[in-house]
């Protein structure tokens, strides 16, 4: 069972500090792990799967600090979608059938699925542009866990994964951004040109297939083979810095040159959010987004970045319903939601 109180908190990674957060929302870095002399997930039977589950499940209660494990089997929809709304499991983890988990650190900056398209899919979370924190939490986890269970490696192509992508180093690194003054200007295009010449893909707020909700994107590394893990970072370490310095730029420029458009984009966000009866998720994303860079610019001082995170996540869907406690329908959700941010904001 999920805690009790998960539903009405964020992790250590949603709480809006960190370096360059204001631009930069998270750092994540990801590596895919099968073990050694096992079928991968698309041909292994339910006994296989269930042996391999047990196996990490031990392996990661043994790690220092020890991961609380959660058998996903167990788990209802609902609680299995606030996971996925945490980013704490795939969307696809969270509706796979079979046996299958995640092991979590009591912050939420660790995440290790098991059972997901790989075996073993190790994440870690930090808030801001902090990388190489990150790799290193990362590092010392891989080799403690490979201590436990071989990990399936070839001397010439590196760890073995489900996924050709994945092959080498296994490690896919990502770090969200918020990009609302790239997004108003129409700027967004040029960087995301610019990013796939250098074998860099930038997603949407929940990866690979999600659009960009909220002016919220992911730019991660395409490319995992024939490079090292360092050089991964490195890159993307020189990437990212050009483009909060691009969005910084031009947020000052909106703000100097159409000052009353922006004034009216965000007091009309706060109005909404105030005062509407129906919220749809996609919208309420849209409205937070730009209330945010009206308390990052200084147009609104009652409401700090943290408290915004937070409603970023408890507002999403399965949060509302395990707020209240019963599934909601989607009409259900719009007035729940409306009503949650209502409150959360002081509106009437």
Request: glycine fraction near 8%.
């Amino acid at each position: 069972m999920i805690p009790a109180d998960l539903h009405q908190r964020v992790g250590q990674w949603m709480s809006g500090v960190g370096p360059d957060s204001d631009v930069v929302i998270s750092s994540r870095v990801r590596l895919a792990r099968n073990a050694a002399g096992c079928r991968f997930m698309a041909r292994a039977g339910a006994d296989e799967r269930r042996d391999l589950a047990a196996r990490f499940a031990a392996a990661l209660a043994a790690v220092e600090p020890p991961l609380d494990y959660l058998d996903l089997e167990s788990l209802s929809p609902v609680d299995r979608h606030v996971l996925a709304e945490r980013h704490l499991i795939s969307r696809e983890h969270a509706d796979a059938e079979g046996p299958r988990g995640v092991a979590l650190s009591a912050d939420e900056s660790v995440s290790v699925m098991v059972n997901e398209e790989d075996h073993l899919r190790m994440q870690v979370l930090r808030g801001g542009l902090d990388l190489g924190a990150a790799w290193e939490r990362a590092a010392a986890l891989d080799d403690a866990v490979q201590g436990r269970v071989p990990y399936a490696f070839d001397e010439t192509y590196g760890y073995l994964t489900a996924c050709p992508t994945n092959v080498g180093t296994g490690l896919r690194v990502s770090v969200m951004l918020h990009l609302p003054a790239l997004a108003m200007t129409r700027e967004l295009q040029r960087v995301f040109n610019a990013a796939a010449k250098i074998d860099f893909v930038v997603r949407g707020l929940y990866g690979e297939g999600t659009q960009g909700h909220g002016d919220f994107f992911q730019v991660s590394n395409q490319k995992s083979l024939g490079r090292s893990e360092r050089e991964i970072i490195n890159n993307l370490e020189v990437v990212i810095p050009k483009i909060v310095g691009y969005e910084r730029k031009v947020r000052q420029d909106i703000c100097a040159e159409h000052r009353r458009q922006v004034e009216d984009r965000i007091f009309r966000a706060l109005g909404l959010l105030r005062s509407a009866r129906l919220m749809t998720s996609e919208e309420a994303l849209h409205l937070l987004s730009q209330l945010r860079l009206g308390a990052l610019i200084g147009l609104v001082s009652d409401v700090d970045t943290p408290t915004l995170h937070r409603l970023f996540i408890l507002s999403r869907p399965a949060h509302l319903q395990r707020l209240h406690g019963r599934e909601l329908d989607e009409p259900e959700r719009d007035a729940a939601r409306a009503d949650f941010l209502r409150r959360a904001l002081g509106g009437a």
